[in-house]
């Protein structure tokens, strides 16, 4: 009667972990992807940091329509490519649009497709060539020479720019706060269930790092709540010469805040050594 029991237990705790395991794999796209987190409406603009900016809106080759904006240096200078995470949009970056520009650089952030006022629905091939409509618009109809671009991506956004520094090596990459890759990070959240084997996404930037040869800064905190620390440091570990990595503190999403002096400071210094790279080249 004991072992009935038991065999019936058994058999409820097996259909519902086979059933919670197969909601996972058919919800994995909502689960990386949070275009309306907080919201999808664009809430603010740089105008409220008293900076200049232009809306840009430019077309992919599947022929999606994206919105950005590019706020230019007081001076000539490099163009950062920003790629931000996987959730709100490019109104929620204010923050880090604030700090770049006080590094004397020229910002070109983006929504990746499906997410604030651009059209269509996320995907990880999408991102790519959301990544590549960037590129090419800046290259083509703003004449900006890849050795001045600098791509910075935070979390998912890592990823996205990373891949494009395979394709197009930019005059360096920044890395905030990033895996190594999907697999690697489903695995750490939900390590009961085998999802290393079945997610669909790659999103791989230890793969990535393996053909980089530009200069790379990852930034990462201990405190990180999200992306493990040792994700951050593995990366470092893979990427090649030259390179430096910034320990800051704090959360995955506030760090750069709580770190702010620190922060800065990390990436003058890492400019800096792209400035004095172009001066004995």
């Known amino acids: 009667?004991?072992?009935?029991?038991?065999?019936?237990?058994?058999?409820?705790?097996?259909?519902?972990?086979?059933?919670?395991?197969?909601?996972?794999?058919?919800?994995?796209?909502?689960?990386?992807?949070?275009?309306?987190?907080?919201?999808?409406?664009?809430?603010?603009?740089?105008?409220?940091?008293?900076?200049?900016?232009?809306?840009?809106?430019?077309?992919?080759?599947?022929?999606?329509?994206?919105?950005?904006?590019?706020?230019?240096?007081?001076?000539d200078s490099d163009?950062?490519?920003?790629?931000?995470?996987?959730?709100?949009?490019?109104?929620?970056?204010?923050?880090?649009?604030?700090?770049?520009?006080?590094?004397?650089?020229?910002?070109?952030?983006?929504?990746?497709?499906?997410?604030?006022?651009?059209?269509?629905?996320?995907?990880?091939?999408?991102?790519?060539?959301?990544?590549?409509?960037?590129?090419?618009?800046?290259?083509?109809?703003?004449?900006?020479?890849?050795?001045r671009l600098i791509y910075f991506g935070r979390s998912l956004g890592g990823a996205v720019a990373s891949h494009l520094a395979v394709e197009h090596p930019p005059k360096a990459l920044i890395l905030e706060s990033t895996f190594t890759s999907a697999p690697d990070m489903a695995s750490r959240l939900l390590p009961v269930f085998p999802l290393r084997w079945l997610t669909r996404f790659s999103y791989s930037n230890i793969s990535n790092l393996k053909s980089i040869h530009c200069p790379v800064l990852i930034v990462h905190s201990p405190d990180d709540e999200i992306i493990p620390y040792t994700l951050g440091r593995q990366l470092y570990e893979t990427a090649h010469q030259p390179k430096q990595f910034l320990k800051i503190h704090g959360g995955h999403n506030d760090g750069f805040l709580q770190s702010e002096v620190i922060y800065i400071n990390g990436l003058r210094t890492f400019l800096q050594t792209l400035t004095n790279s172009d001066n004995h080249s």
């Open 1 to 75: 009667m004991l072992l009935d029991q038991l065999l019936l237990v058994g058999k409820i705790l097996l259909a519902l972990y086979i059933a919670l395991l197969l909601i996972l794999v058919i919800t994995q796209h909502s689960m990386v992807y949070y275009p309306n987190l907080p919201s999808r409406e664009l809430v603010a603009t740089p105008e409220q940091l008293g900076l200049d900016y232009e809306n840009i809106h430019f077309a992919t080759e599947d022929g999606q329509q994206l919105h950005g904006w590019y706020v230019p240096a007081k001076q």
């Open 79 to 147: 163009v950062l490519l920003f790629f931000h995470g996987n959730a709100g949009n490019i109104s929620h970056r204010l923050d880090s649009i604030s700090v770049f520009h006080r590094l004397q650089l020229s910002i070109f952030i983006f929504d990746y497709r499906g997410y604030g006022n651009s059209t269509g629905t996320p995907s990880e091939s999408g991102t790519y060539q959301d990544a590549q409509a960037a590129y090419h618009y800046l290259v083509r109809q703003r004449n900006v020479s890849p050795d």
